[in-house]
């Protein structure tokens, strides 16, 4: 039986500070309790292979709500934006062929 590696947190001198690096298999092993510290501020670098591969942080809220209607007055939506194009249609339905006499007569290589 192979022996499950500690929890020993190792410091990792990243752009963002003093880090905890936890192995891959060992955060398989405890990731209920490594996802508890990340929810209450902590910063954990999860490794494989003793290299940094992902960062486990937590979900903040936005501080302030949406503003909605930021492009209001900005766009302009053309006259023929819900008109349906025959030839669309017709290749959702699944029909092949030209739809129109504007095909082509010579196919496309």
């Not at 510290?37 to 490794?47: C, D, P």
């Not at 959702?92 to 006499?101: H, I, L, W, Y």
Request: net charge positive; glycine share 8%; charged share 30%.
């Amino acid at each position: 039986m192979r022996a499950v590696p500690a929890l020993t947190p190792s410091p990792d001198q990243t752009r963002l500070g003093l880090m905890r690096v936890i192995n891959i298999q060992a955060a398989k092993t405890h990731l209920s309790r490594l996802v508890e510290e990340a929810a209450s501020g902590e910063e954990i670098v999860l490794a494989k292979a003793g290299r940094p591969y992902v960062k486990l942080v937590a979900c903040t809220p936005s501080k302030s709500p949406r503003k909605l209607g930021g492009w209001e007055g900005k766009l302009t939506i053309g006259e023929d934006f819900d008109e349906i194009d025959a030839d669309i249609v017709r290749l959702f339905s699944g029909e092949t062929g030209p739809a129109s006499k504007k095909a082509r007569s010579k196919p496309v290589r």
